[in-house]
């Protein structure tokens, strides 16, 4: 997605006045910036209207080709919040909102450090990232299904969701996005960036 178009939409973006704070502002600009990796998929959605004064929200997904069509295996939201008065909860003025869902492996629903390593995960890339960032908190649900009937296959799924929350302790927000995407791209079991994948055939994949 071009950078104009992540910058110019999808928030609550204007004051009384009719003003975009600077602050919340050059938050966009760098928000417009990030380019993600070819198999996720950025784009622009819908921001929430009634938890701050100004809000963003973008969605990430990655799919993967299965014979004829491409198959969603993981999705992610990154939202920013934004109080140009500051929030007393947050102990800043923008907080990082983040959710993903994705298809894991079924063998790591009974590892009982999975949740931890998962969460190591964001933790880890912020700090890679050099996001600076504070006050982080969030959940790491496992959940194992069984489909009968004429339900699609396959018939055993184990899913990993992920909330999480921080607050930013500048504008930077392209370095907590890109880590939110690594998290996304651990998530879904992609490879190192530029690392491919061979097939049972040897084919790259």
């Keep these: 997605m071009e950078p104009h178009i992540l910058a110019n939409a999808g928030n609550?973006?204007?004051?009384a006045r009719g003003d975009v704070p600077a602050a919340f502002q050059a938050a966009l600009d760098a928000l417009a910036g990030v380019r993600a990796r070819p198999e996720i998929v950025l784009e622009q959605i819908p921001a929430p209207q009634r938890l701050a004064p100004f809000a963003h929200a973008l969605?990430?997904?990655?799919s993967e080709r299965?014979?004829?069509e491409d198959v969603e295996i993981a999705s992610a939201r990154f939202i920013v919040l934004y109080d140009p008065e500051g929030h007393e909860t947050w102990h800043g003025t923008t907080r990082c909102v983040g959710y993903l869902s994705a298809e894991t492996d079924e063998e790591l629903v009974d590892d009982t450090m999975f949740s931890?390593?998962?969460?190591s995960w964001l933790t880890d890339a912020l700090t890679e990232s050099g996001a600076a960032h504070a006050t982080v908190g969030g959940t790491v649900t496992r959940t194992a299904s069984t489909r009968f009937g004429e339900l699609a296959?396959?018939?055993?799924?184990?899913d990993v969701e992920m909330r999480a929350s921080w607050t930013a302790g500048d504008s930077a927000l392209d370095k907590h996005l890109l880590a939110w995407l690594q998290v996304l791209a651990n998530a879904a079991g992609l490879p190192p960036p530029g690392v491919h994948l061979l097939g049972p055939g040897g084919e790259s994949r």
């Design 12 to 15: 609550r973006g204007k004051d």
């Design 59 to 62: 969605g990430a997904s990655v």
């Design 66 to 68: 299965d014979g004829d």
């Design 116 to 119: 931890e390593v998962a969460w």
């Design 153 to 158: 296959s396959p018939e055993h799924s184990v």
